[in-house]
């Protein structure tokens, strides 16, 4: 089974293809380049959800089932910022160090710094509208003070897993994986594929 992930980024691919060869059998990840769409994706939507089926359905043109993610974190004490603006949150996108450095100014002198880093998936098939499926996948942190640990992305160096006593950033990625936010949706997400296509 060919599925098209919405990105350009082929270690996302890479990564998205062991995660997800792992519930399904024969499945190929292919990139929107490999699927022949070229088109910019403007990221407009109010929610996680709403992003994902945004690019799922611009892959979809491909004519390929098409899968669309977005993900960020919800910070309680910000009511849920920085949200759909996580990677654009101190203005261009994906600067991660500017990112974590407003993070840390806004959360200044706040007592509650719990939050949350939240994964949307959705998957759309091109000849059946009615199949189309979002998951959600949640994990609780902490954001520390000051950044912890080298690994990950993002806010990963900010974000304690409080069970484990450890940042993302101090997780490799199998450990992170297997109580992140994006491995929950993916686990979610293989498992409604199972279903369908049992149907
Ligand atoms: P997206 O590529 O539009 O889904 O944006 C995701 C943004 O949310 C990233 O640029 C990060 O700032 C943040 N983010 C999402 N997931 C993670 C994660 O696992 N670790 C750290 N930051 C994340």
């Known amino acids: 089974m060919k599925i098209v992930l919405a990105s350009r980024n082929q270690h996302k691919i890479a990564e998205w293809q ?3 060869g792992k519930y399904i059998d024969g499945v190929q990840l292919l990139s929107l380049d490999d699927a022949g769409i070229f088109e910019e994706i403007e990221e407009n939507g109010k929610t996680f959800e709403e992003n994902a089926f945004i690019k799922a359905r611009t892959a979809a043109k491909s004519g390929y089932v098409s899968i669309g993610e977005d993900s960020g974190l919800a910070v309680t004490a910000l009511d849920g910022e920085p949200g759909v603006y996580s990677a654009r949150y101190a203005g261009g996108h994906g600067n991660d160090g500017a990112n974590n450095a407003l993070l840390l100014q806004k959360l200044k002198g706040k007592a509650d710094r719990s939050a949350k880093f939240v994964c949307a998936i959705a998957c759309v098939f091109p000849e059946d509208m009615a199949r ?8 609780e942190g902490v954001i520390l003070e000051e950044l ?8 990963d160096p900010l974000f304690l897993y409080e069970p ?3 940042t993302f950033a101090e997780m490799n990625g ?3 994986n ?3 936010h994006r491995g929950k949706a993916i686990a979610l997400l293989a498992k409604e594929l199972k279903k369908i296509n049992e149907r």
């Open 132 to 139: 189309d499926v979002c998951v959600r996948g949640e994990t």
């Open 178 to 180: 297997a109580i992140s």
């Open 174 to 176: 199998e450990e992170k």
């Open 164 to 166: 484990e006593g450890k």
């Open 18 to 20: 062991a995660t997800l």
């Open 148 to 155: 912890r640990g080298e690994g990950g992305f993002g806010y």
